[in-house]
């Protein structure tokens, strides 16, 4: 079994320009240290993380091109590449909304896009058992001409798009369980019958106005958009929950080509940006849960690409987790927080009540 892990310094390099936080700094906002909360930090530090432990050793570390325009224009028009390349070219600025980037920011989020699709060609190639994709900027957001949420480039839908036009599969499946709801992913393939897109996210956490569970695709895409909103809170046993009754058994009956994981981390319990109460065993688990999938329906075919996820602290555990478990290794970065987290996890009630969610959607599918 070889987990590629495909990554690029100059993804740490992508500026966000001058924020507090999710404000934009002026007025009464003071600056400051770190700016935006997409800071490259949290990838850098998974990154340093897995060459300390030794589990990069184990992994085939590779990087990749920059995707290329003809790639970008299967998904965004050309009138949006060209106005990001013009502003990216004349020292950045943004374009949307929350989607701040400095000089060069077009190719950095072209490279970024191009981790993802040389993650997917090699799976599907059978280069690789499975793969991770460490891209930056993320991409979940992105609408065809709408930058938002970091978001520059739809790095998934960029992928799926040139893995489709060069013959290597027909049927793809993106599960997204970043802690946002995966508004652009979805987007790009509402219409369409080969590409299931299923989101797990806080409900009414970004955006605000998408992401309802009757939200489920149009006209040939009918029936191959599944939202699960879960409420805030929900913890380590609801996610698996979700995952178990409402997430895997559409993937299944689906019986795409490959999986695709948007893997956020902001789910986790102490994540700025989220209230969901997941730990770095939570991530573990669900990983176990696709892999058996993808063993199961797609001969193993998975590749995750890392999206969300605003602890510095813990996004390199919880990352860790994910590639320990993804490439079967027995190297470890114990959970700095696995005795404080789980005693903050949802009581019987909440559990009850969780159920009664979980089992209204199962019932309206």
């Given at each position: 079994?070889?987990?590629?892990?495909?990554?690029?310094?100059?993804?740490?390099?992508?500026?966000?320009?001058?924020?507090?936080?999710?404000?934009?700094?002026?007025?009464?906002?003071?600056?400051?240290?770190?700016?935006?909360?997409?800071?490259?930090?949290?990838?850098?530090?998974l990154?340093?993380?897995?060459?300390v432990?030794?589990?990069?050793?184990?992994?085939?570390?590779?990087?990749a091109?920059?995707?290329?325009?003809?790639?970008?224009?299967?998904?965004?028009?050309?009138?949006?590449?060209?106005e990001?390349?013009?502003?990216?070219?004349?020292?950045?600025?943004?374009?949307?909304?929350?989607?701040?980037?400095?000089?060069?920011g077009?190719?950095?989020?072209?490279?970024?896009?191009?981790?993802?699709?040389?993650?997917?060609?090699?799976?599907?190639?059978?280069?690789?058992?499975?793969?991770?994709?460490?891209?930056r900027?993320?991409?979940?957001?992105?609408?065809?001409?709408?930058?938002n949420?970091?978001?520059?480039?739809?790095?998934?839908?960029?992928?799926?798009?040139?893995?489709?036009?060069?013959?290597?599969?027909?049927?793809?499946?993106?599960?997204?369980?970043?802690?946002?709801?995966?508004?652009?992913?979805?987007?790009?393939?509402?219409?369409?019958?080969?590409?299931?897109?299923?989101?797990?996210?806080?409900?009414?956490?970004?955006?605000?106005?998408?992401?309802?569970?009757?939200?489920?695709?149009?006209?040939?895409g009918?029936?191959?958009?599944?939202?699960?909103?879960?409420?805030?809170?929900?913890?380590?046993?609801?996610?698996?929950?979700?995952?178990?009754?409402?997430?895997?058994?559409?993937?299944?009956?689906?019986a795409?080509?490959?999986?695709i994981i948007?893997?956020?981390?902001?789910?986790?319990a102490n994540?700025?940006?989220?209230?969901m109460?997941?730990?770095?065993?939570?991530?573990?688990?669900?990983?176990?849960?696709?892999?058996?999938?993808?063993?199961?329906i797609?001969?193993?075919?998975?590749?995750?690409?890392?999206?969300?996820?605003?602890?510095?602290t813990?996004?390199?555990?919880?990352?860790?987790?994910?590639?320990?478990?993804?490439?079967?290794?027995n190297?470890?970065?114990?959970?700095?927080?696995?005795?404080?987290?789980?005693?903050?996890?949802?009581?019987?009630?909440?559990d009850?009540?969780?159920?009664?969610?979980?089992?209204?959607?199962?019932?309206?599918?």
């Amino acid at each position: 079994m070889t987990t590629g892990f495909f990554w690029d310094e100059r993804s740490f390099w992508h500026s966000g320009g001058n924020y507090a936080g999710m404000l934009p700094v002026g007025g009464l906002v003071q600056p400051l240290d770190g700016g935006l909360p997409e800071s490259p930090e949290t990838k850098r530090r998974l990154k340093n993380l897995i060459e300390v432990t030794g589990l990069a050793r184990e992994l085939d570390m590779r990087g990749a091109e920059m995707a290329t325009r003809k790639d970008l224009l299967r998904v965004h028009p050309a009138h949006y590449l060209d106005e990001f390349k013009a502003l990216s070219d004349a020292g950045g600025g943004e374009l949307g909304r929350r989607t701040p980037f400095g000089p060069g920011g077009y190719e950095l989020a072209a490279l970024s896009a191009g981790l993802a699709k040389a993650g997917l060609e090699t799976v599907l190639k059978g280069e690789l058992t499975n793969a991770y994709a460490l891209s930056r900027p993320p991409g979940h957001h992105c609408l065809t001409d709408f930058p938002n949420g970091f978001c520059l480039l739809n790095n998934i839908g960029i992928a799926i798009e040139a893995a489709r036009t060069a013959g290597l599969a027909k049927r793809f499946a993106v599960l997204d369980w970043d802690v946002h709801h995966g508004n652009g992913t979805e987007a790009v393939f509402y219409d369409r019958d080969d590409v299931l897109t299923v989101s797990i996210h806080q409900d009414r956490n970004y955006p605000m106005d998408t992401g309802a569970f009757d939200d489920r695709g149009t006209v040939k895409g009918t029936g191959y958009n599944l939202n699960i909103p879960l409420p805030p809170g929900t913890g380590h046993k609801g996610y698996l929950a979700a995952m178990d009754r409402l997430a895997l058994p559409a993937i299944t009956d689906f019986a795409p080509d490959i999986l695709i994981i948007a893997c956020g981390y902001d789910a986790a319990a102490n994540d700025p940006l989220g209230r969901m109460l997941a730990t770095a065993d939570t991530f573990a688990q669900m990983t176990k849960q696709v892999m058996a999938l993808a063993d199961d329906i797609c001969d193993s075919k998975l590749l995750m690409v890392h999206e969300g996820g605003y602890s510095e602290t813990y996004v390199p555990f919880c990352g860790h987790a994910v590639l320990q478990t993804l490439s079967n290794s027995n190297i470890t970065a114990p959970d700095p927080f696995a005795e404080v987290f789980p005693l903050r996890q949802p009581d019987a009630g909440f559990d009850a009540y969780l159920d009664g969610v979980l089992g209204a959607m199962e019932k309206s599918l």
